[in-house]
Every structure is written in C-alpha cells, then in structure tokens.
C-alpha cells in the first residue's frame, strides 16, 4: 500500500511512495505525533537525482526487516531538499556539529520530538560495511539513548543550539573596506590550485563557479595569474567526462582529479552558472572550445530540460536501469560497431576509446582526449576533414544512445534555479551575441511571473500546475540578479518593475535592519530550530551575496538609496569573514569589488535598430563591472535612467553619481 507520501508533488517522494516505510512528511502532522508518542524523528534527506539515496533507500527503505524497525521505534519523516532547502542547510550544520565533517545526501538525522539533532549521518548499509554500521542495529542504539540516557541527550540538545546559533554572523563595529580580500582571494586560490588538470581541490573535484567568477573578474582588471587559473581550469574541465561530450551539460562533480568521470546527475543549477563562466571566458580568450561548451549547455537545456509551459526541469538521474552513468558510457565494440573505420579512426584518438577503459575497468565515457589538430596531423588528414569525421561520430553515437533507457528526470520546477539559468541565458546570448537565448530567458520569466509569483510574494516550486512553498532567499535574490541579466541583454519596463517589486518584497521580509544581512527565511515562515543567514557560497552562490550584488547594481541603475544602504549592511556584516577567509566568499568579494569601484552605467539611445547594433558590437568588449542599457527611441525607463530620444546612437556614462558628457563615438564609449 502506498504511503503517506503519494500524495505529494515532489518526484523524490514520491520515488519512496510504496516503501514499506510508514513516511510523513515534514509537517505538524509527523511533528504533533511525535510528541504526542514521545517518539524521536528519524530525518532522512535527499534528492531525486541522487545516486547514493537510491542506493540506501534499496538496501534499508524498500526492505520489510528494515522498515519494521524503523516504524517500531521512529516517526520517519521524508524531505526533499530542493524543496526544502531551510531544513537542509540547518541539518547539515547540525550533522557537522555531531559527526565532525562535512555532511552530504542521503543525509539521515535523529531528532528529539522538539526537532534538535542528537545523532547524524549520511548513508547507512543495511548490514556493516564500507566501515559504517548496518541501519538497524544503529537504530536500536539511537533508540537506548533516547529512552534510557535522556538526561544527557537533552544536555548535549542545550548545547547543539546554542553552537547553532552561535554560528550566525554577529553585529560588529563597522570595518573601513579595502582591496586587501581581493588580493588574498587570489593568493589563496594559487595556494592550492592544480597547474596539471586545474581546479582548486583534489578528487573529488566540483566546478565551484563562484572562485572562477572572482578569477575572471579579476583578470579583466589586469590580473595576469587569476586569467590564467580560470581560463586553463575551464579548458580542462570542458575536455573532460564531467562534460557530457555527446550531448552537451555538466555533470555534478568529478569523482578524480582529470575531470574524467563524474557522478553523472545533471543539475539545472549547475549549468546556468557555468553557461555565464564559459561566454565570459569566450569572450576574454575567444577559445573555440569555450563557445562550443557554452553552445552545448543551451542545446541540452533546450532539448531535455524545457518545460511546456515555459521554465526549465530540475535535474536528470546519475542512474539508469539501476546502474550510475550506464546511459552515458561505452563499449569500444559498440562503438566500432556504430561508425564507419574512417570515423572510428578519429573518434577514438579524440574521444579517448584508443585508451584502456576510463571507467570502472570496463566501459569508456568520452573525454576530449587530444586536441583534433593533433588528431589530424597523426592520421595525415586536414583539420577540416578530422572535424567532420569527428562530428559526424559525435551525431551517430548520440542517436544511439538516444535509443538507451533514459535517466530520470526530475520535473518539478524551482524558483531559484531557473533563475540561475535564465541568467545564464540572458549573460551569455548578450555576450555571445544569442539573442534566441536572450528569447529564451524572457520566456522563462514570463512562467514565473505567471505562475509563481502571487499577491507581492514568490513561490518555491512549481509542478502540475500548482506553484507551492513559501520561497525562501535564493529565490528572490537569484531571481532579482537575473532580471538584471536579462535587461543588460534586452530591457523590458515590465522586468525593471517586477526587480523593484521583488527588491522592496525582499528587504520587506528577509532583511535584518538591525544587524545588517539577509535570513534564509522569511519573517513570516514557519518556526524552525534556528533561522540561518549564510554568507559562504556553496554548490549555487551565498544567498546573502547575490542579493547583496543585485540590490548593490539596482541601486545604481536607480539611484535607489535604500537598496544601495541594504547591501552596504550586508556587506558590513560578513566583512570580517570575508577578510579573514575571502574564497570561502566569492560572491561577496564581488559585491566589495563593486562597493570599492561603483560600477558604470552606459544608457543607450537612439533609433531602435543602429541602437540595437551598437549594443550588441559593445556587449562582449565590456568588462564585469559595466552595466549597458539599450533603450531605443521611445522606450521608457524610470527616472534615473530616463534620458532624451537622440537622432543616432548615444551613450551616457556613468559611474557613482558622476557623469560624462554624452558620446556619439563608439572608439570614446570603449576608451
């Protein structure tokens, strides 16, 4: 009999509908029952595109003997943590308080009946191995501590909140800011940046976005080492396995330090960031292979991750058939099977199935394992006829796997990460000169302006028609930073409204006007065991930073104080973390970047169509720090940027409160 949880929207509970496992939800009703019965909570936390949930729900939540004992002893509640990220990020917190390291999914937590941890872990086995217990046998301990040591248990309770809240960033006194963090970000990063494969970590390694956007920022300032860290980082991961070679997209992360083979989940998430990184490097290197990474993103977003109604899915599986990454490897003999000798002569020299097999002894997942040219040179043909050869491969190995069990796809549709997705779209069609992508973002928007955002307030996620959930920070600030993305590429009135709406909506109901920042919640969001204001970055950017930046670059645009006096509180806050730990803070050393150095505004006017293509001339020579704004004859602005119809194409410029004369040249508007 199906569970609590078929009738849920979320497709990671509802892959744990027919688990013999007596699941709730997260809600008042698990919550009430558990103290009504005086029961602790078992909290297992997880993600439909998750290979080692699947794993542990096999071994312990579709088995019967598991599941008796976990109805025996626990209220067993289930939560998807991209619905829920509020729950997510205080577990995680509170696991590596308990466990003394870093947490992950499957994330399994005991709870006192009051919702305070007392016992964390991730994945557990059904029977000892990989050196953890099996989960019954755990359980049964979990449930003597309770019932038979409460005294200590609610002891240690006393102290895990007060750690949690002490964890939050405190008011200080105001610190004078300065270049210095910007510095020693880059310093730092050199410390412990890879010169063979790139990246900032040894396996496992993950795209980290954020430290290769302050890279890039930094290098269009000048900086001669932070160029060459990001763009030989973005080369080689492009080059690898963590990029799906066929089809186009990320990966989550590398399991080794090549890039070569991922965990194969694909998250939305993941590829709206990295979409943005790889037309900035285009445009700072104009590397051929930049663009077609850039290009490959956009195709497989378009082709497997556009929902009909006008955003975009969430994420596919790592898993088919019930094997991680069996949809997106091979065997040379298929290979050889597929293509004709002179194909297969250039395929494997570049996709690297001339090599022994790359991934568990047995199968090949395509790498770019030499450069084409040198392809070419080896077999003795011309680069033209190596790239053919090499494409039509590409195209043949692609159809066929198009006949494989796909992987799953999560299908619900989350306010936060579309938003990092149509700013990707929206930065890289302006940049590279796309305005179909540009298209795309609008139409993105337009769903969630249609469908998520009702009576001044955003929600969450969206799926068959319901949008749910109060939404949370990133949800806002994201969406807020990539309406800014989109009128850099192609100002709407209608967007620049909905930004201020959604500014005034966040200060509103997430600032803290006393301390300065942003709370993860809203002041009206349910009561949980502690409110979190996360300054760091992590897999997507610090919801403080990006709200920061944006309110920060709106405020200008504006000449809007209270958005410009929000994000100097929330800079003043984390400054000190910031300074004493700058990688951990990428996205706010972009906001102190632009505190220190106000970004320019270029207005531009004139009749629509030479307008339109000085614009597009100007956009990929711009550096980070420059906002233009197309506004053709006629179009309306608010009244900071509200200018004059012009005869021919002018510029404005401005940069803080301080203006130039305007120009009709475009060699003086680069100058």
Not at 68 to 79: C, D, Q, T
Not at 456 to 468: D, Q
Not at 509 to 524: K, L, P, Q, V
Not at 646 to 655: K, L, R
Request: hydrophobic share 45%.
């Amino acid at each position: 009999m199906p569970n609590r949880l078929a009738t849920e929207q979320s497709p990671y509970l509802l892959q744990h509908a027919d688990n013999p496992v007596d699941w709730y939800p997260w809600g008042d009703e698990a919550l009430a029952k558990a103290r009504r019965e005086d029961k602790p909570i078992l909290l297992s936390i997880g993600y439909s595109a998750c290979h080692w949930c699947h794993v542990m729900a096999h071994d312990c939540f579709e088995d019967a003997e598991v599941a008796a004992v976990m109805n025996r002893l626990f209220v067993n509640i289930k939560v998807d943590r991209e619905e829920r990220p509020d729950l997510d990020q205080i577990y995680q917190s509170a696991h590596q308080l308990l466990a003394q390291r870093g947490g992950g999914w499957p994330l399994t937590v005991f709870l006192t009946p009051d919702q305070t941890p007392f016992f964390a872990g991730t994945y557990f086995p059904k029977t000892p191995r990989y050196q953890l217990p099996g989960f019954p046998e755990l359980m049964e301990n979990v449930a003597r501590a309770w019932h038979g040591h409460r005294g200590e248990v609610l002891a240690q309770n006393d102290a895990v909140r007060a750690a949690l809240a002490q964890s939050q960033p405190a008011a200080s006194a105001p610190a004078p800011l300065s270049d210095a963090p910007l510095e020693q970000g880059v310093r730092d990063l050199a410390q412990v940046f890879d010169p063979v494969w790139g990246g900032f970590s040894r396996a496992p390694k993950f795209p980290r976005p954020g430290e290769l956007f302050f890279l890039l920022r930094r290098a269009q300032g000048g900086d001669a080492k932070a160029r060459e860290m990001a763009l030989f980082t973005l080369r080689k991961m492009a080059s690898g396995g963590i990029v799906d070679q066929l089809g186009g997209g990320f990966c989550r992360y590398s399991v080794d330090e090549e890039w070569a083979i991922p965990h194969f989940e694909k998250m939305l998430y993941d590829n709206g960031p990295l979409l943005h990184l790889y037309a900035d490097a285009w445009a700072l290197g104009g590397d051929a292979l930049f663009r077609e990474t850039a290009e490959g993103i956009v195709a497989w977003l378009l082709r497997e991750m556009r929902a009909p109604e006008g955003g975009f899915y969430s994420a596919l599986d790592a898993d088919s058939e019930g094997h991680e990454g069996k949809f997106y490897v091979w065997s040379r003999e298929e290979v050889k099977s597929l293509l004709t000798p002179d194909e297969y002569a250039v395929a494997a020299a570049y996709y690297g199935f001339d090599a022994p097999p790359n991934f568990e002894n047995a199968s090949w997942n395509p790498i770019l394992a030499r450069p084409l040219d040198e392809v070419a040179g080896a077999l003795g043909l011309s680069p033209a006829e190596a790239e053919a050869r090499a494409e039509a491969a590409r195209r043949k190995l692609f159809a066929a796997r198009g006949s494989r069990v796909p992987p799953g796809r999560d299908d619900k549709q989350l306010t936060s990460w579309n938003a990092l997705m149509i700013g990707g779209l929206a930065h890289a069609g302006r940049v590279m000169g796309r305005p179909e992508w540009v298209a795309e973002a609008h139409a993105a928007i337009d769903f969630l302006r249609r469908n998520l955002w009702r009576d001044g307030r955003l929600r969450a996620t969206f799926k068959r028609g319901e949008a749910r959930l109060n939404a949370y920070l990133d949800d806002y600030a994201f969406l807020i930073d990539a309406l800014l993305e989109t009128m850099l590429a192609n100002y709407r009135e209608a967007d620049m409204a909905w930004a201020r709406e959604l500014a005034d909506a966040l200060l509103a109901h997430f600032e803290d006007r006393e301390a300065g920042g942003f709370f993860f919640t809203s002041h009206d969001h349910e009561a949980l065991l502690t409110r979190p204001k996360p300054g760091y970055d992590n897999a997507t950017p610090s919801g403080n930073g990006v709200a920061a930046f944006a309110l920060q670059r709106l405020g200008h645009l504006l000449g809007e104080t209270r958005y410009l006096d929000a994000s100097a509180r929330c800079l003043g806050l984390f400054f000190a973390q910031v300074a004493q730990q700058p990688i951990a803070y990428p996205t706010l050393l972009a906001v102190l970047d632009e505190a220190l150095r106000p970004p320019r505004v270029i207005v531009l006017r004139g009749p629509a169509a030479p307008v339109l293509e000085e614009a597009a001339s100007l956009a990929p020579r711009l550096g980070a720090r420059d906002m233009l704004l197309a506004l053709p004859n006629g179009q309306g602005a608010p009244g900071a940027l509200a200018r004059p119809d012009a005869e021919q194409p002018t510029a404005w410029v401005c940069s803080g409160a301080a203006c130039q004369p305007p120009l009709t040249d475009l060699a003086a508007v680069l100058a």
